[in-house]
């Protein structure tokens, strides 16, 4: 019996810090989720991928591959966490596949670069929320998903916003009026509205189109009159009358 004590001991110190038994694929998953909400990504992507190789054919291999995602979004890791997520969009199901969708519109926008530069990843984000939104309008996440979405459209009215302010220092007034009518187009909700109008009255102006001015001017102090662009409007109104 001593002998057979002896050899145990043997074997756990021998083991160390190894585990004596392998975990299961929800032992796994309990403990990244831990270190996920921890913000401890970098381990918690360590535990997803033993996950996944370990318990190839397993139920959690959905959930452990989104959470994957999930943490390299949080990491600023955008290619790999789209790509998991685009994955899950196409293959998975139910509520994984719901949340995946959600989660490529709000990759693809946090991978957008800034107004100045190319946004092709914001086209990318609209059109994923949009699609999101049409198949899963009562989701849990369609309040995000429309934020995500506002936002996106933001930034594009914003970048057609700087064309046109950067054509009217050009004194080009009708290619900034080009731009302005765009913006009123496709981003009549958009938080620019108010000094896209501002400015297409002062460029209708400089063209001495002072009655389409006026009317522009005037909308704009109706439709926003807590703006600040409708305070300088009221300005530049006086001086027309």
């Known amino acids: 019996m ?23 694929a929800q032992e796994l998953y309990l403990r990244a989720e831990k270190a996920y909400k921890q913000g401890e990504y970098s381990d ?65 926008l946090k991978a957008s670069p800034k107004v100045e530069r190319d946004q092709e990843k914001t086209h990318k984000a609209i059109r994923a929320f949009e699609e999101f939104l049409s198949l899963y309008p009562s989701s849990e996440f369609a309040p995000l998903a429309k934020r ?30 080009l731009y302005l009518n765009q913006i009123i187009d496709n981003y009549p909700e958009s938080n620019v509205i108010p000094k896209t109008l501002l400015l297409k009255g002062r460029a209708n102006l400089k063209l001495g189109r002072s009655d389409k001015a ?21 300005k530049k109104l006086e001086d027309l009358n």
């Open 148 to 177: 995500g979405l506002s936002e996106a459209k933001n930034k594009l009215a914003e970048k057609d916003y700087l064309t046109a302010l950067l054509y009217y220092k050009l004194e080009k007034f009708e290619s900034s009026l």
């Open 44 to 108: 918690a992507i360590e535990i997803l991928d033993r996950l996944i190789l370990e318990y190839a054919t397993s139920d959690y291999r959905p959930k452990a591959t989104l959470l994957a995602g999930k943490c390299l979004l949080a990491q600023g890791d955008y290619p790999p966490a789209l790509s998991k997520f685009q994955m899950l969009s196409q293959e998975g199901e139910g509520a994984i596949q719901e949340e995946a969708m959600y989660l490529v519109g709000k990759t693809l």
């Open 2 to 24: 001593r002998k057979l004590v002896c050899i145990v001991l043997l074997v756990l110190s021998c083991a160390g810090k190894k585990e004596l038994f392998k975990p299961t």
């Open 214 to 234: 006026r009317r522009v001017l005037s909308l704009l102090v109706n439709e926003y009159p807590t703006s600040q662009a409708a305070d300088e409007a009221l």
